[in-house]
């Protein structure tokens, strides 16, 4: 199975910051990357797929980048809906597998 | 709109079974895989299983291969997970995904419901 690392797991942030979240697999996924945004109580919610491909609706502060078996996410200000928990998922072959989750608290 | 929604949960005996469902609208629901994902009380996201647009194959993690079931009923639009043996680790918040984001190569999960809580308690 691929193993999926994210760090950090847990961030503390202000509004404004340049946010970064590293998603590290144990082995090549090809590009096969997804990251999702979870706020509490609700569902997550895809942000960029194919490791770099900011999905429809989505704000432009976001974006992905990475490959072979490293991976992240930025977001270029952090604006107060973006405390949430990110994470990584790989569907480079089954079974699918997330990364741990970064949850992104306020400083 | 595409929505999915969950129903079903609830509290289970260990050893029970449940099943759960998902009815989806607003796509072309027999033309996407589907997939069931789980989240234990303050725990991340575990994949589950995942089922071809026409039904006709299925994969599964290996925490619940052999003890789950997923299919489905295209004419119905329906997503389901029956679930045998369960354990007081199966206790979670049950996701249906669509993969409706689709790529040359792979499809990705979008619109998730907002999930179906099971626990597994004596």
């Known amino acids: 199975d691929i193993q999926l690392t994210q760090s950090p797991s847990f961030l503390s942030a202000s509004v404004g910051d340049r946010v970064t979240i590293t998603c590290r697999a144990s082995?090549?996924?090809?590009?096969?990357l997804a990251w999702f945004q979870q706020k509490p109580g609700k569902a997550p919610k895809l942000l960029i797929y194919?490791?770099?491909t900011l999905q429809s609706g989505v704000p432009s502060r976001f974006s992905g980048s990475g490959s072979g078996t490293e991976f992240t996410l930025t977001i270029s200000s952090l604006q107060p809906e973006d405390f949430a928990t990110y994470y990584c998922?790989?569907?480079?072959?089954?079974?699918?597998?997330f990364g741990g989750g970064t949850k992104v608290e306020i400083k | 709109e595409v929505q999915v929604v969950e129903s079903g949960g609830g509290l289970v005996q260990p050893g029970g079974s449940l099943t759960l469902s998902c009815a989806a609208s607003?796509?072309?629901?027999?033309?996407?895989?589907m997939s069931w994902v789980r989240q234990a009380p303050g725990k991340g996201l575990e994949w589950l299983a995942s089922i071809k647009p026409d039904g006709s194959g299925e994969t599964y993690g290996d925490s619940v291969k052999g003890r789950f079931t997923i299919f489905r009923d295209n004419a119905k639009n329906s997503l389901y997970l029956q679930m045998n043996s369960l354990r007081v680790e199966d206790t979670a918040l049950y996701y249906c995904?669509?993969?409706?984001?689709?790529?040359?190569?792979?499809?990705?999960?979008?619109?998730w419901g907002q999930g179906s809580l099971v626990t597994v308690s004596s």
């Open positions: 995904a669509p993969s409706i984001v689709k790529t040359a190569a792979r499809h990705y999960l979008d619109n």
């Open positions: 607003g796509f072309t629901f027999r033309d996407y895989w």
């Open positions: 082995q090549g996924i090809n590009g096969y």
């Open positions: 998922q790989q569907l480079n072959a089954f079974p699918l597998t």
């Open positions: 194919t490791a770099s």
